[in-house]
């Protein structure tokens, strides 16, 4: 079955960059939608970042041209690289699977596997 196992959260300063990981088993890679989501205290469950069957890319507004998301189908992992981070970006941040289709929206309603959760903090 999916499994996802995340790393790579800490705490930086404004400006700061950081790289999660999620180490994956159980799915192909290239086959189905992955992404990541974020969630701040007392906010809902923010899509982040997206990665469609076929190659394409989704960023949310607020992080697009600071984030990248990548997969290392050797690695077996889901990589988000976050650079230029911001106080706003403080969340706990979920990598997921989902289907082979997903609508471009980073909908978390599409994903049916998630990881643990990784902490990060910019100050």
């Known amino acids: 079955d999916v499994q996802l196992v995340e790393s790579g959260g800490g705490s930086v300063h404004a400006g700061g960059s950081l790289r999660l990981s999620c180490a994956a088993s159980?799915?192909?890679?290239?086959?189905?939608?992955v992404g990541w989501f974020r969630q701040a205290p007392g906010k809902e469950r923010e899509g982040t970042a997206e990665f469609s069957p076929n190659g394409r890319t989704r960023y949310h507004d607020s992080v697009k041209g600071r984030f990248t998301i990548s997969q290392d189908n050797a690695k077996k992992s889901v990589f988000l690289q976050m650079n230029n981070l911001k106080p706003e970006d403080t969340a706990t941040y979920y990598c997921?699977?989902?289907?082979?289709?997903?609508?471009?929206?980073?909908?978390?309603?599409?994903?049916?596997?998630w990881g643990q959760g990784t902490q990060v903090t910019v100050s």
């Open positions: 997921a699977v989902g289907g082979r289709i997903c609508s471009g929206w980073i909908l978390a309603e599409e994903y049916d596997y």
């Open positions: 159980g799915f192909t890679f290239g086959s189905v939608c």
